[in-house]
């Protein structure tokens, strides 16, 4: 073959690899800062407040489910609690619903009953909420068929074992977020541990500017912030109804700087990414 036809072959089949990636790095969000808004312990406030403020602004979250509550009404029956419709209808609307163990065993010191306290438990006894919150979380949305996790209160040590080592090796999780702070930004994902993922916990009274400062600090460095919210509007460590909308509408306006993802897509886009380095 000529070898101007086979540079002009070459050239051409250059510049389609080339576009095509360009095209597939902007639409899954990888030239943007990551940001992954996950919500703990199933609260009714994320239900009547967060998810229609969500859905509103067309954006996806990850809600890190506890034992899923029955209906108030003790003198009805044969009606499906509205906590269940609530998330089933969640998941539905492309919202992802993950693990947080079935009862929130926490350490004793921070206010915890010994009989739900993360001290009197073994590595048996959270393998088993977890498989049993897992069967809850399959019955609520059916169509996800792996589950990422989230350790309560951020620990993940019983004893003196690691137990974020046997959910990944009994592949109970795909993925597990993990604690940290306001600085905890993500940046080197080839070394990131998918069973310990850095999120900040954002405390009650947090401002819209501290919201909005965590996401800047992900899109300064290029890489990716995973708030941990609980109450919005009320309950635990809860922020504001109007902050939370207002952050909201920050992300929607910079959709061109922000991708704004449930955790497990963004873990999965991140692992596939570093797979097709190797």
């Known amino acids: 073959m000529n070898y101007k036809i086979c540079l002009t072959i070459a050239l051409v089949v250059a510049h ?23 919500y703990d312990d199933g609260l009714e406030t994320q ?19 506890n034992s899923i509550q029955g209906s108030a009404k003790s003198d009805v029956i044969g009606q499906t609690p509205e906590a269940v419709l609530g998330w089933t209808n969640a998941a539905k609307k492309g919202h992802e619903l ?9 350490p004793e010191k921070l206010g915890w009953d010994k009989s739900i306290a993360i001290e ?36 993940f040590v019983i004893g003196d074992t690691d137990y974020s080592v046997i959910i990944k090796e009994q592949r109970l999780v795909k993925y597990a977020r993990a604690g ?5 930004i993500i940046t080197d994902f080839k070394n990131l541990n998918i069973m310990k993922v850095p999120s900040w916990h954002v405390w009650t009274g947090t401002t819209l500017q501290e919201l909005i400062a965590f996401a800047e ?24 109804i109007e902050t939370h909308k207002a952050f909201l509408d920050y992300l929607k306006k910079h959709q061109d700087e922000y991708w704004v993802t449930t955790f497990s897509e963004a873990m999965d886009f991140i692992t596939t990414k570093q797979q097709n380095k190797k």
């Not at 576009?19 to 808004?37: E, P, V, Y």
């Open 16 to 38: 389609f690899f080339s576009s095509s990636f360009a095209q597939i790095k902007k639409a899954d969000g990888s030239n943007k800062a990551i940001i992954c808004l996950t």
């Open 47 to 65: 239900l009547s407040t967060v998810i229609p403020q969500l859905d509103s602004a067309g954006l996806k979250a990850t809600f890190f489910l």
């Open 98 to 106: 993950a693990n947080h163990t079935l009862f929130h065993a926490c």
């Open 120 to 155: 009197t438990y073994t590595i048996d006894k959270i393998v088993t909420e977890i498989k049993t919150e897992n069967t809850i979380l399959a019955l609520l949305d059916p169509s996800r068929k792996e589950r990422s996790f989230a350790y309560p209160c951020n620990n």
């Open 180 to 184: 940290g702070d306001s600085n905890s």
């Open 217 to 240: 600090k992900a899109k300064k460095a290029g890489g990716m912030a995973v708030y941990q919210i609980h109450g919005v509007g009320g309950q635990v460590f809860h922020i504001s």
